[in-house]
């Protein structure tokens, strides 16, 4: 229960008033969390730890450990978290035990119930939908390139500090050269309204989950809970898959507005590949290749003809040659070269690269940057905690923390500062 007392906590200390904080928390209270255990210590009004943990996103702090110091020296804070100030402060072991033993799905209702509100105020309407992921380093020695350990980096051997996590891969592009850096850690896949920048729909996996295996269950997801009127969907060239692109197509029924990859271009000029009477691929030999048939490419949804070099798989063929005429790396290192020929119809010719369309909608897919900016700045990618479901749970915590405040934000009418996560709050006045 929340105490009311006689004189304000703010009359009696020199504390900042947070007025601003109350405000925002008030779109908490119709939300409550379940107590899972019926033994052991006290229970604590989880509530009031969820409301401490928003204030921690808020106020950039780093650590549990800074937190419990913060609401210890703070007690208008405190206060305003729903903590009763004439009882300690929980401990640190208490808010991470919250975070670790907390079902993912109890706050995850709670963002979803916050964009729901924000539907029914004509904030978000989910119309251009954009998907990207984050890496999350998890507190492992490992990811501390300054401590000595051996075998950093072998996947086989997950860190004992923490043994959900699974390793990553980083990306960047410094001054025009490619740096790949690896890591141990999660990723936080996020559907996001690619018009207000806004998360619709987020989830933590394990870093070497691939971000084209999220799309689909993710989407399937955010559809069942909104079923959103999807026009468009944005997305980088790691979702460049034939089977993402039906989907966007026949089931979402909206755009592809998929960069594409340069591993799915043909990179030979169809014009320049010669076949034989019989349909047979001709090598770079200009010896008639043997066909494998055909199967099934599951990992790009799509039908393949193989063909393979007769100098291994044909003994009629061996007695006219010995070594291979242009004498191919692959006939040393393997059993010779082999060919593929795409024998289905490509989705890919269905979609208008290039046209002024594309081009336009292409562009909001720079708004998934800019909400992993905002995510990042109230510390997302540094959780305090070790494991899977706490980890998780912080995630979806500061996706809780954004929503809250474009939320406070239209319900005041200052619409144009639903993304001012860091700055909202200092500078409204209730």
């Known amino acids: 229960m929340r105490q009311h007392l006689l004189f304000s906590v703010q009359d009696c200390l020199d504390v900042k008033p947070l007025e601003s904080f109350q405000l925002l928390f008030e ?27 928003i204030f921690k996103s808020l106020k950039s702090i780093s650590t549990l450990t800074e937190l419990r110091r913060e609401l210890h020296d703070n007690p208008s804070a405190a206060l305003c978290c729903g903590f009763d100030i004439r009882k300690p402060i929980p401990s640190v072991e208490r808010f991470s035990a919250f975070l670790r033993e907390t079902e993912n799905k109890e706050l995850a209702h709670i963002r979803n119930q916050l964009v729901h509100q924000l539907i029914e105020l004509s904030i978000i309407d989910g119309k251009y939908s954009a998907i990207d992921s984050c890496p999350i380093l998890a507190n492992v020695k490992e990811n501390n390139l300054k401590t000595n350990v051996k075998n950093r980096f072998d996947k086989t051997k997950p860190p004992k500090g923490d043994l959900d996590v699974r390793l990553g891969v980083i990306i960047t592009f410094p001054q025009g050269q ?20 806004l998360p619709l729909w987020e ?82 030999a200009g010896l008639e290749m043997l066909s494998r048939g055909t199967f099934y490419d599951k990992s790009q949804d799509r039908w393949r003809q193989k063909w393979v070099c007769p100098l291994h798989h044909s003994r009629k ?27 289905d119809d490509d989705i890919r010719k269905e979609i208008d690269y290039g046209s002024e369309s ?42 809780i923390t954004v929503l809250l405040v474009a939320l406070t934000a239209a319900k005041n009418d200052v619409k144009e500062q639903i993304r001012f996560i860091k700055s909202f709050l200092p500078n409204f006045n209730p």
């Not at 989830?203 to 026009?231: C, G, R, W, Y």
């Open 358 to 399: 594309f081009k336009k909608d292409a562009n909001l897919r720079t708004s998934s940057e800019r909400i992993f900016s905002r995510l990042l700045s109230i510390c997302m990618q540094n959780p305090s905690v070790v494991g899977l479901n706490a980890t998780a749970n912080h995630c979806t915590i500061a996706h």
């Open 178 to 197: 490619k740096k790949v850096q690896f890591f141990w850690g999660y990723r936080n896949h996020v559907v996001s309204d690619a018009k207000t920048e």
């Open 317 to 343: 063929v061996q007695q006219h040659y010995m070594l291979c005429p242009v004498f191919h790396p692959k006939f040393f290192s393997q059993k010779g070269c082999y060919a593929y020929k795409r024998i």
């Open 27 to 53: 779109h908490l209270h119709q939300f409550q969390l379940t107590h899972t255990k019926a033994t052991g210590r006290k229970p604590i009004q989880r509530e009031a730890i969820l409301q401490a943990l």
């Open 203 to 284: 989830i933590t996996k394990p870093a070497n989950v691939h971000d084209s295996t999220m799309f689909i269950p993710i989407f399937d997801l955010l559809q069942k809970e909104f079923h959103f009127d999807i026009q468009a969907v944005m997305a980088d060239a790691i979702y460049d898959t034939a089977s993402i692109l039906k989907y966007i197509r026949r089931t979402l029924a909206a755009k592809p507005r998929v960069a594409r990859n340069p591993r799915n271009t043909q990179r030979t000029d169809e014009a320049e590949i010669r076949y034989a009477k019989s349909g047979n691929r001709i090598c770079e």
